[in-house]
């Protein structure tokens, strides 16, 4: 049942549940805004998958690198591949402590793609569809303003992937206020060519508040405020706030040309540490490496995958279908299987992390119905040919001694003070005799 659980589908179904925990009734709490308790709930989900995803390819090794090559958002959490071998940074999105109007900062935030899928979801009332809008996510700051007056206005400021994915954040800003505030359209502009063209939506809410989103390429800025008349600024206020592609992103390109990159017969690519070799565009071959270990991939994993850093190794052969190993030595853990799960044979070996001087190992052919050895951490020894050893079954250790063909033989125990042993007779499993001695 363990390997059951720990195996591919048995992982997937897990992660399958868990990812959608975020968005069950469940994880909602009385008196809590539901978008708080969903957010609180989501480093769960994401964080499992994203965890258990790195420990099944690169062991324990592969968490010790994450850790030294930590994730900087949420969304490199959200999709993993963004986190490992070519991550994602987002854009620097940075809102100045003033603003033209006199409007000075009293608190700023970030949301991340976690945060505008769970606030989109919770206020469209459709988590999927916030996750579907959020997917874009490319760095985001949100900050609100107090002016001279007392007024306050709420500036958030991202920046997306695409121009679809902005603007499809845009019309999700006036819808949400619509659905949530009763907020009214009151315009909807649209001006310049290619990728400087802007579009504006201004809406008016009853309770005197007014906002607008202007979107700018694949830039936006959305302002809403109790003074309307602070919008007419929002040409200026927009211009104050600056977008900054990662630094990261321009070291790459210059050490990844394209060609090398994308060409599909052999392309090699390079991220940090991080190395990527791929023949017919990953098909025929996959290589990566980086400092905690390698892996190679042929034919998409269906002929053959193995990984290997200081203490981990795992291979494939047949997609797992006709064998496949994995073995830790950090968690004294070994499993190897020819044919899935273990129908023709498996064996394995776990230290016990109670008791790091005790290993139990077990090898069995056709899932134990063949026959079974095991090793307990006591160091008794079980074997079994057929189902129950119905043809023979052989237990010794320190405390007991059995040996039976065919359900006949004897079975010797001791008691837990050892002061008494236990000696019982059988033949084709009916008792014939006992006798006790001290």
Known sequence: MWHLLHSGPGEFALKYALLDAWKSSDSLVEGVPDTLSRMETLPYSFGYAFSTDILRNWGLDGLDYIYDHRPISSEQIMHPTKAWEWRDFPV???????????????????????????????????????????SGWDGDRAALFEGA????????????????????????????????????????????KGRARA??????????????VLRKGKHLVMLETDLPEALQDAEAISAAITFTEPAED????????????????????????????????????????????A???????????????????????????LARHESEERRGATHTTLLPWGVLASYSAYRLPQLPDKTITRWSLVWGLGASSTLDGSDTRAVQILPFGLLLRSVS??????????GTGFARKKSADNSVTTTRFRLLGLPLWTSKTK
Request: glycine share 12%; with cysteine.
């Open 92 to 134: 620097q999105v940075t809102v100045p402590e003033t603003l033209p109007g006199g409007w000075k900062e009293i608190s700023h935030d970030c949301a991340g793609e976690a945060g505008v899928a769970i606030l989109f979801g919770c206020q469209l009332k459709s988590l999927r569809r916030g996750v579907q809008l959020a």
């Open 149 to 192: 007056d007392g007024k306050r206005m709420l500036v958030w400021a991202s920046s997306w992937d695409s121009e679809e994915a902005a603007a499809q954040c845009a019309g999700a800003c006036f819808k949400e206020r619509q659905l949530v505030h009763d907020a009214v359209l009151t315009t909807d502009a649209g001006s310049g």
């Open 199 to 212: 579009r504006t939506l201004r809406w008016q809410r009853p309770d005197g508040r007014h906002g607008l």
């Open 250 to 293: 321009t070291a790459r390109a210059a050490m990844n040309g394209r060609f090398r990159r994308f060409n599909p017969f052999l392309s090699w690519q390079r991220d940090g540490d991080y190395r990527v070799t791929r023949s017919l565009a990953g098909i025929l071959s996959r290589h990566d490496r980086n400092s905690v270990g």
């Open 295 to 321: 892996a190679d991939t042929f034919l998409l994993g269906w002929l053959g995958e193995s990984r290997r850093t200081a203490s981990f190794n795992k291979w494939e052969l047949g997609a797992g279908g």
């Open 397 to 406: 250790g320190p405390r007991q001694t059995s040996f039976h063909v065919i």
